[in-house]
């Protein structure tokens, strides 16, 4: 076993979320979102090149970092797991953060403490957007994957996904998959979008929407009969249907609006959350595109009641992130004061808590 695969099998077996390699530095990792540093011993810039090199198997890879300067890719452990890299430059030396992508069954809706009747039908629908949201090390990956994990389980359809880099393996179960890799399998998301169209999908996943390119891309393939599945780092769901907007300029977005308008089946916004007693639990904001919400998106003048909407449509399985912390606090998966401190409005969170008190 190499020095490499062996530190990387001591911060998995620990529950690490990510592991942090730095010149200059001791290995470290992150766990139940804590870094913890594993020995006194500082990595050298040599160990740092060498343990590039050695993850760096694409012929050319490693001279396309050394020009670009940054690099994002998999790269996995047999018998301990599967990581998504990205390499980088800084002071000088080589610099590697590594999510840990455990070697394991994907995930159900049950075990990720997602609301099952709202995920199955959310993923039952033939044509249109979905979207998983939130900052970096929230799990929206784990929750595309699951939610891709019940369509290839269950519907007899043709699944193309585009990522950067591929994270979680599927397998063909009832539906058919093909995983296609940014840098070795495609080029861009746009170009990989646009050959897709020619792959006869029913189902596409995106990995992020990062430009206006590829928006436009995915918009024009929800309306054109395909589920399609992305991510963009945004906080909420109001901020995500603002964000997707702005990628466009000021004349286009009308346009932009009547299309989201039709097509937005739903917006999952998530965050890892401190756990009552250690660990974290999955905090989300759920909005679906109901009859009201298409309006709200629609009319610049009604994007500020998508709140309002989201608060009062519990029936059809919305909620803002502030009334799923008082749903964890009352199962007692969380503390009071973590979630005022995670809160959106630690002052309404309060007021519902009180109320919930004297229910």
Request: hydrophobic share 40%; aromatic share 6%; charged share 25%.
């Amino acid at each position: 076993m190499s020095v490499l695969h062996g530190l990387l099998a001591a911060v998995v077996r620990d529950g690490a979320s990510d592991v942090h390699l730095r010149a200059g530095s001791a290995p470290m990792g992150r766990i139940s979102g804590l870094i913890r540093r594993y020995g006194e011993t500082a990595l050298t810039p040599q160990h740092l090149q060498d343990f590039t090199r050695e993850m760096m198997t694409r012929p050319g890879q490693w001279e396309e970092f050394a020009a670009s300067r940054d690099a994002d890719f998999a790269f996995g452990v047999q018998g301990v797991a599967r990581f998504r890299v990205n390499a980088y430059w800084q002071r000088g030396s080589i610099g590697l953060i590594m999510r840990v992508i455990e070697d394991k069954p994907i995930p159900s809706f049950q075990q990720l403490g997602l609301p099952q009747n709202t995920f199955e039908e959310l993923v039952s629908q033939e044509r249109g957007l979905i979207l998983v949201t939130g900052p970096t090390g929230s799990g929206k990956t784990t929750t595309l994957a699951s939610m891709i994990d019940y369509i290839n389980a269950n519907q007899p359809v043709n699944i193309v996904t585009l990522e950067d880099p591929i994270e979680i393996l599927h397998r063909d179960k009832v539906a058919t998959i093909s995983q296609r890799e940014l840098g070795s399998d495609t080029l861009s998301f746009g170009a990989g979008l646009r050959a897709s169209m020619r792959q006869d999908p029913d189902v596409i996943l995106i990995g992020e929407m990062r430009d206006k390119e590829t928006v436009e891309a995915a918009l024009s393939a929800a309306q054109t009969g395909h589920l399609v599945f992305s991510t963009l780092h945004t906080m909420d769901a109001m901020r995500t249907v603002t964000r997707i907007i702005d990628f466009f300029a000021p004349h286009e977005r009308a346009q932009v609006r009547q299309g989201l308008s039709e097509s937005l089946v739903g917006v999952v916004s998530q965050r890892l959350l401190p756990r009552l007693g250690g660990g974290r639990v999955l905090g989300m904001e759920i909005l679906i595109g109901t009859p009201t919400v298409r309006d709200c998106i629609k009319d610049e003048d009604k994007t500020e009641e998508i709140k309002q909407a989201l608060e009062e449509g519990s029936l059809r399985g919305m909620h803002t992130f502030d009334q799923h912390l008082v749903q964890l606090v009352r199962e007692g998966h969380m503390s009071e004061e973590d979630a005022m401190q995670s809160a959106t409005s630690a002052h309404e969170v309060k007021i519902k808590l009180m109320a919930a008190k004297f229910a």
